[in-house]
């Protein structure tokens, strides 16, 4: 299966520790294609549909409802966790996504 960055995937997050977002939803490939292609790893920020105004969410709209993209729970995980491909970011999306990770953890 091709994985391409900012595709959306259902997938199970399951198990968990703590405080660590959990149960099977819908996540933001974040890792670059050339990653996607040859490790048996992706990089991921799960989504969710509820949310509190943080700087590291990032509202989108999917499947006619509005969630978040939650940067500040951003994983790897095997790909064997992936259960179905579900759509991807629009530009606009991937733009403000790309601009709060290098704000996050780049600057």
Same mark, same amino acid.
């Given at each position: 299966m091709e994985i %391409?960055? +900012? *595709? %959306?995937?259902?997938?199970n997050l399951d198990p968990t520790i703590g405080s660590e977002i959990k149960k099977t939803r /819908?996540?933001?490939? %974040?890792s670059p294609n050339e990653m996607n292609r040859h490790l048996k790893t992706i990089v991921i920020a799960p989504m &969710? &549909?509820?949310?509190?105004? +943080? /700087?590291?969410?990032? *509202? %989108?709209?999917?499947?006619n409802r509005i969630g978040w993209v939650v940067l500040d729970q951003i994983r790897t995980i095997d790909k064997q966790r992936l259960i179905r491909r579900l759509g991807r970011l629009s530009k606009p999306e991937v733009k403000e996504v790309k601009g709060v990770i290098k704000e996050t953890f780049v600057d």
């Amino acid at each position: 299966m091709e994985i %391409i960055q +900012y *595709e %959306i995937f259902l997938v199970n997050l399951d198990p968990t520790i703590g405080s660590e977002i959990k149960k099977t939803r /819908p996540c933001v490939v %974040i890792s670059p294609n050339e990653m996607n292609r040859h490790l048996k790893t992706i990089v991921i920020a799960p989504m &969710t &549909t509820s949310s509190k105004n +943080y /700087p590291t969410r990032v *509202e %989108i709209k999917h499947d006619n409802r509005i969630g978040w993209v939650v940067l500040d729970q951003i994983r790897t995980i095997d790909k064997q966790r992936l259960i179905r491909r579900l759509g991807r970011l629009s530009k606009p999306e991937v733009k403000e996504v790309k601009g709060v990770i290098k704000e996050t953890f780049v600057d």
